[in-house]
Structure formats: C-alpha cells, structure tokens
C-alpha cells in the first residue's frame, strides 16, 4: 500500500479524480499533512467520512522511527529505523543561515567510492519517496524546528534511485509541502551521467553537486569505480549542459586524501579542468575511518591546494567541519549497528 507522505499534489489530484472527487481535496490533504502537521487521516475535519475512509483503505501514513540520536555543537546525527528493519541515517547541521539536513537516498550503495564509508555496506533497496520526506518531518518534529535547506547527500547514491528522488524533490518544493525553495535543494552524485541531463529538465532549478575527488581519470576510476564507465570528459559535459539549462552554479566537491589527490600538480590539473566555468570547488576534510586506508591531508597540503585553486581563477571554499566526534562519516553510524 502506497505511503501519503510520498505522494506529489499532483499524483493525489489524480488519485481524487479517479475516485470521482474534486481535485482541490488534494490540497486539503497537503495542508493538513504539511502546514498543520496532523498524520491521522481520520482527524481531516473538513473531509467527509466517506472519503477518509477511502484514503485510509488506499494509503498508509505509516513513519520511520528514530532508533538512535548522537549530538554535538551545532550537529545532530540521527539513525532511523525502517518498516523492513533496514537502517539509514540523516544529519542536521546549524548554520548561521539556518538549519540543513542531510538525507540518504538508499540502504547501503553500489557505488564503490573506496574513501566513502557508506559503500562499505553495499545497496539492500531504493528508499521510497515518503522514506525521505519523513526524515525531514520525523527531525523537525524531534527538534521543533523548521528545516531550511536540503542536500541529498547521505547514505547512496541520488541518481541511481530517480524517480523516487525527483519525486521528493517536488514534495519539498512545493508550497503547500514542506515549502523548501529550489535554492536550497542540492542533490550530490558521484556521475551517472545520463541521469545528470535528465536532472537538467526537471523544471525546478535545483543545485547539482559533483563528487569529483580527483582530476585524472587514471586516479579517480581508482579511487571511484564509476569514473570506468562515466569519464571525466563525459562528466564535464553534462556539467555544461545542467549549467546552461538551468543557470544554476555547480558544486565540485573534492576531498582531501593525504598524498593521493592533494598535490599542488593535481590542483593545477583540476583548475584546467574547470576554468571558466561557472562552478566552484568545496574542498572536504577526510572524515578518517577505522575500516579505510585513507588519511586526512594535512591543513598545510589543504592550504596549498586551495591557494593554487585561488590563484588559477577557480572559485573554492573548504568545508566547515561538523560533528567529527559523533560518527560523522556517512554511513558510520548505520555501520556500527550492523556490526
């Protein structure tokens, strides 16, 4: 049976209709589930008996339940529970600005990124779409406040579960949903190429963010196997073109593997790659792990990368760090439990 929370207005327009309905019946669901935040079907006032009872025979609105919660400064890291037992994990970090969560797409993932502790349990399922608006809603709820922006960057892989995805992306967006504006939803992909053209299109200029990590296609198909089947010059290609649809700057995000990929050579090679474009660079500290060879590049090789970044024209910031001490690194949390 279908989940409410993972029904766009559209779809649920479409649902009333079919069932011989006014399609305006949607909006009083989103806006009972969205503005009031009240889950019982049965608690819709201004929705007569007979309907709800329809909806209540063709929809769950079943939730994800928080199974642990790790704090720190300005960071909360929660491990969710899902309906088949299965373990994901989404991360709020407190800025300034606002208040941003990171969400998982999938349980585990196939990429294979041998820097990316989430890999390390491979993909179990896709979410479905109400698994990922929940945890928006289920956070909000535990913290009484509102989340302000979205990346799609924990636990799997984005693209490789689209629609689903897309799906979401529309719920949050929408004004009577959780009414999270475009500019402040990012999806992360590691490149699956044809999926990053078909982003393109979606009609909601969302921000895209890349996991490059290396600037030949030598070392990052070893460090990223995807890198075998998408190359490099594939991947800037689709950059250009979600660029010039949708306007929106790209976000490179590189991190920083102590001699592997923070040379001052391999920063001049990733300038090369990028000039003039309209992106800029997200340099990341290593989360070090105790399952991956890696090491964290020193702040001297981070300094150095990013000033030869600077000094090339590349537009480039390092990332604040948040919650290190918590099982920061995406998918340490779930992999602990599954030890």
């Excluded at 009333?16 to 006032?45: P, T």
């Excluded at 299109?201 to 990223?224: Q, V, W, Y």
Aim: glycine share 6%; with cysteine.
């Amino acid at each position: 049976m279908p989940n409410l929370f993972g029904i766009t207005r559209d779809d649920l327009e479409k649902y009333f209709l079919s069932i011989g309905e006014k399609k305006y019946k949607a909006l009083q669901v989103y806006e009972w589930l969205y503005e009031q935040r009240v889950f019982n079907i049965d608690e819709f006032s201004n929705i007569k008996k007979e309907v709800r009872d329809k909806l209540k025979n063709d929809f769950t609105t079943d939730f994800i339940q928080i199974e642990k919660k790790q704090v720190a400064d300005l960071t909360e890291k929660y491990l969710f529970r899902l309906h088949d037992n299965e373990f994901i994990e989404a991360v709020v970090m407190h800025h300034d600005y606002g208040v941003s969560i990171c969400v998982s797409s999938q349980v585990g993932c196939n990429m294979g990124c041998r820097f990316c502790e989430s890999g390390r349990l491979k993909k179990v399922r896709n979410l479905d779409t109400y698994e990922m608006v929940e945890q928006i809603l289920a956070i909000e709820k535990d913290l009484g406040l509102k989340i302000n922006s979205v990346v799609i960057m924990g636990i799997g892989e984005p693209l490789d579960n689209y629609d689903n995805i897309v799906n979401f992306i529309k719920i949050i967006n929408d004004a009577k949903g959780l009414k999270i504006g475009a500019r402040h939803i990012t999806v992360s992909t590691c490149g699956l190429v044809p999926k990053i053209y078909d982003l393109s299109h979606i009609g909601i200029p969302i921000n895209l963010a890349i996991s490059f990590h290396a600037p030949t296609d030598e070392l990052r198909s070893k460090l990223m196997p995807v890198n075998k089947v998408y190359s490099i010059d594939a991947l800037i290609k689709a950059i250009r073109d979600f660029l010039q649809v949708t306007s929106r700057r790209v976000t490179i995000e590189y991190v920083m593997l102590n001699n592997v990929n923070d040379s001052i050579d391999d920063a001049k090679e990733l300038a090369h790659l990028f000039k003039g474009m309209n992106i800029y660079v997200n340099l990341i500290p290593y989360n070090e792990t105790n399952h991956l060879e890696f090491k964290r590049s020193s702040k001297n090789r981070i300094k150095a990368f990013y000033d030869t970044l600077k000094k090339e024209g590349i537009n480039v910031t390092i990332r604040k760090e948040f919650g290190r001490n918590i099982d920061a690194a995406c998918g340490q949390l779930r992999g602990r439990r599954s030890e």
